[in-house]
């Protein structure tokens, strides 16, 4: 029984429902527990509202943390799962999980809530999870579980690998042993793989690597992202400034942030969020009205341009056939410097961004040069008027050139004001094209009007 | 010393290069042994040629794999690398090496250099390799390894840490150890954690998962890294038709296989490939070229379009400035759709297309309705002519709709030719939405003419 489709999940959870209808708990638990742990968190959730009535009563705190450790729901709907519960209970499976969902979840709750479940918990609990919950969102210290395996140095191999076996089912990766100092300062690591292969006499010592890769608990999630990529590593430590371990991020929470953070990337650009594929039509549709909405508003100062140069259109009706390919062509190139851009700061280089603006002048200066030329030839060969192919070629150049310009200085800009570029998507920035290539455009024509009216 | 900005990694590079230079080989060696494997392959590329040309001759083949395994470049550049290098040295590098990278190195020479490589190795490992090569890209059969641990069922735990041990060196995972049968048929998974964690004369049986989650060999790259990233996985294990266990694919492959098809989605939605950006200004310019050139000539056939009307706009001139509204809504509406319909195929949920495409029907009809009424009542408010308000406002929801279909029948279509949607990109889609909204509006608008001209 794989659940990799919709059906195995319905069947799976139609036949679980049906054990605790007729009685049949331990059944029940059985099946439930040879599930993955991912399987599990899928079931549970989808199982009717009052079978999970029953559920949660017959399993242990232990099995209803991994349940909400492994959920890939909005955390929202995550925490009504959790308040189908008696506080207390909730409480308990908060503390059973492992700290970074559980900071997720208390993040996602009211602040009155949130007071409630922590009245509930242990002391020590309590200030472990305030400390995690203080971490900015979408930095090291917000995705970072507690749960790692710390020795001293000068320990022998045998006394922790006995510590890793009795840390082994709580902590969340034991591929990795930190070394820390007295006062639980990271010193360095030693892999469980050096471990298990060296003698079990000897010290950890000769084996810890000291040049230990770390991130700051404040560092951005992309950054430890591009790590963890870069090095291949399982997991990566977490400190504070001055050294002491914090805390690990591990590969399976990398993942999702490198999947998070190209979604977000690429529904800028289309102005859409494609993150939720399973709304339904009215949903989809309500959160697109918005932006298209807004693009309309702003479109219209397109409109108003143009209509400002009603009289040249009158004299010219032919102009404004080379409305859509001028504006569409600086759009284009405007999207394509905006996609660059984005990556670009996306990757947290900005100390380059000024070789980088000058290489992408150098750039769009050849780019429109070669299509000034193209559309200047066609025009002169499709309308056979010099001046006309002049006007339009030169306000094609001059909006693709001004197109690169926006598409860099908006988000460079907006970027030194600490918002982030990726809302910038790819429609605003075509619309701000649009108003930047009529008004050159039609200046241009209005200029030129006489060298191809009536020639 | 972290490499992780091109300052370090170049001082690492100078002082590295300086010990070679003045004699030092002993000191070189052991300073590039204590860097992460990442870094040695980033310092490995970054030595200057002369300066290589040592190195290879004082490294021994295992740390030369570990540099070729680490290499993150073109695999053009990698292949290059090798070649510095007599051919035997090359072909014991290459069997060194992991099987993925090794086949990825492989499938990036001529077949002539391909034939003189697996000359020189012994023949298990060509019979290996050619398996691994003659995967088509993209797959899982492509991505994996074939460096795993598998044992017996009803071994003893002592018996599989033993192994586990002896092992540990060369597999490239030992954090699952997969239990096979007498045919190496895949019957179950055991994780190192319980091996450690369980007494040493129990058997595997008792801890050995037979739930064991597996991919075909021929399964699609996207479907591997979803069923990684959902389950939390360090690795996956490959079969054949019939079960048998070929390979591994790991967590860090599976990190580069969502970068990768993110990045591509995300080129594609822009028409510029922003996986390069440390790219001249003169091949960044060159490379987008050919993209903006093919969609000036499609655009061309917009001017044609609306030269075709040259009369309507005569008659109206006022009609021009709403080209650029209609054409752009129409082209953001097309947009989002797109990336809705490139993300949905991405996920290889085709059996649901149809489901899909009347929800988006269902969405884009009722933003075709809104978006038609607030401009007819902006152009009313703005021209007072209530024949223009009613021509524009229906060419605009028109075209949203038109656009929405386009959106989704244009990658649809592809994808059953077996073009990948992805290169349906952004700008193509709008390109083509303008032709769509430009013929509905002039078609409207010249039907409608005596209703809004004199009035």
């Not at 503390?95 to 970074?100: G, L, R, T, Y």
């Not at 409305?323 to 569409?328: V, W």
Request: glycine share 4%.
């Amino acid at each position: 029984m794989e659940l990799d489709n919709d059906q195995q999940l319905e069947n799976a959870v139609h036949e679980l429902s049906n054990l605790i209808t007729t009685g049949q708990d331990d059944l029940f638990m059985n099946q439930f527990t040879s599930l993955h742990d991912f399987e599990k968190a899928q079931v549970y959730a989808e199982l009717p509202a009052a079978i999970r009535e029953v559920a949660w009563r017959i399993m242990d705190d232990e099995t209803l943390a991994t349940v909400f450790d492994n959920l890939e729901i909005d955390p929202e709907e995550i925490v009504s799962l959790l308040q189908e519960m008696p506080m207390q209970k909730g409480a308990d499976i908060l503390v059973a999980m492992f700290a970074d969902n559980e900071a997720d979840l208390l993040q996602a709750m009211p602040a009155r809530t949130v007071s409630a479940y922590l009245a509930l918990m242990p002391a020590d609990e309590v200030k472990e999870i305030k400390q995690l919950i203080n971490y900015d969102d979408e930095t090291a210290g917000s995705l970072m579980a507690t749960e790692y395996l710390a020795v001293k140095q000068s320990e022998k191999i045998k006394d922790v690998l006995v510590q890793v076996k009795k840390q082994a089912e709580e902590a969340e990766s034991i591929i990795y042993v930190y070394v820390v100092d007295d006062e639980h300062r990271l010193i360095g690591v030693v892999s469980l793989r050096d471990l298990l292969t060296h003698p079990d006499e000897m010290t950890i010592d000769s084996i810890t690597n000291t040049r230990v890769i770390s991130v700051k608990a404040e560092n951005d999630q992309k950054d430890v992202a591009q790590v963890v990529a870069d090095y291949n590593f399982f997991s990566i430590p977490v400190t504070d400034d001055e050294d002491h371990l914090l805390g690990i991020v591990t590969v399976d929470d990398i993942v999702d942030v490198i999947d998070e953070e190209a979604v977000s990337d690429y529904s800028g650009m289309a102005a859409v969020d494609v993150s939720d594929t399973d709304d339904t039509a009215w949903h989809s549709a309500v959160k697109r009205i918005p932006w298209l909405l807004t693009l309309l508003v702003l479109g219209l100062a397109s409109t108003a341009l143009v209509g400002i140069f009603e009289h040249t259109i009158r004299e010219a009706p032919i102009l404004a056939a080379f409305i859509t390919i001028i504006a569409g062509t600086a759009g284009n190139a405007g999207t394509q410097s905006l996609a660059l851009a984005v990556r670009h700061f996306g990757n947290g280089q900005d100390q380059s961004g000024w070789r980088n603006l000058v290489s992408e002048f150098i750039s769009a200066f050849v780019l429109a040069i070669i299509a000034g030329v193209v559309l200047g030839v066609v025009t002169l060969l499709w309308q056979g008027n010099q001046g006309l192919a002049l006007a339009v070629g030169l306000a094609l150049a001059l909006s693709i050139l001004a197109a690169s310009l926006l598409a860099h200085l908006v988000p460079a800009t907006l970027n030194k004001l600490n918002i982030d570029p990726a809302i910038v998507n790819g429609p605003l920035v075509a619309t701000v094209c649009d108003w930047a290539s009529i008004l050159i455009y039609f200046s241009i024509a209005t200029g030129m009007l006489s060298q191809f009216v009536g020639k």
